[in-house]
C-alpha cells in the first residue's frame, strides 16, 4: 500500500492519530519510568557467619561472636535475620547453672533471654534468634549482629568444647 493511503484524508483522522500517537508515547514513557523506578528498590542481600570456641562465661553479659555488614550504596534500609547458637560446659562442681543468652543488632532490639538449666559438670545450649528493620542507613556505614551469652550463680571456666556461632542475612532495600 502506497504511503499516501495510510496518510489521514481529513483534518479530524489526522488529529485522531496524534492523539493515539501520543497515547502510546505516555505508555512507554510510563513504562520507561516504572522500570526506573523498580531499578531502584532492587533489593540487595548479603550474608555472614562467624564463630567462636574456647571462652569462658560470667555472670556478666558478653558478646561471644558477632558479624559486621557495610551498608551498600543506595540503601537506607535493612530487613535483618540473625540466629546463632551458644553451647558451653558447666566446669562447677556439685553446682547447677542456668545458661543464658540473646542475640541482638547493634546492641539493640534484643530477643528475651534464653534459658536452660545446665548440671554440674554438663554441657548446654541456646539458640538464641532474631528478626528486625533497621532505618536510616547511609552507604558505607556498618551494622552488627551478635550473640550475647552469661551464666546464672557462678562462671564457667574456658573451655575448647564452649562455642558460639552466628549467621546473620540483611536484605537491604531503598
Known amino acids: 500500500m502506497p504511503i499516501q493511503?495510510?496518510?489521514p484524508r481529513q483534518e479530524d483522522d489526522l488529529l485522531t492519530r496524534v492523539a493515539f500517537l501520543e497515547?502510546?508515547?505516555a505508555t512507554v514513557t510510563g513504562v520507561a519510568?516504572?522500570?526506573a523506578s523498580i531499578k531502584q528498590t532492587i533489593v540487595t542481600p548479603l550474608?555472614?557467619?562467624n564463630e567462636s570456641n574456647g571462652f569462658s562465661l560470667s555472670t556478666t553479659p558478653a558478646e561471644l561472636v558477632r558479624v559486621t555488614f557495610t551498608v551498600p550504596t543506595g540503601f537506607?534500609?535493612?530487613l535483618v535475620f540473625a540466629a546463632g547458637g551458644c553451647s558451653a560446659r558447666n566446669s562447677n562442681t556439685?553446682?547447677?547453672v542456668r545458661l543464658e543468652g540473646y542475640s541482638d543488632v547493634n546492641g539493640g532490639s534484643a530477643t528475651t533471654p534464653l534459658q536452660q538449666s545446665v548440671i554440674a559438670q554438663d554441657w548446654g545450649a541456646i539458640f538464641p534468634a532474631t528478626t528486625t528493620v533497621i532505618s536510616g542507613l547511609t552507604?558505607?556505614?556498618?551494622?552488627?549482629c551478635r550473640i550475647v551469652g552469661y551464666v546464672s550463680v557462678t562462671s564457667f571456666a574456658?573451655?575448647?568444647t564452649n562455642r558460639s556461632t552466628i549467621d546473620a542475612y540483611a536484605l537491604f532495600l531503598s
Not at 139 to 144: C, D, L, Q, V
Open 5 to 7: 493511503d495510510q496518510m
Open 23 to 25: 497515547k502510546q508515547l
Open 33 to 35: 519510568a516504572t522500570a
Open 47 to 49: 550474608s555472614a557467619h
Open 76 to 78: 537506607t534500609r535493612a
Open 94 to 96: 556439685g553446682i547447677d
Open 139 to 144: 552507604a558505607g556505614s556498618t551494622f552488627f
Open 158 to 160: 574456658a573451655d575448647a
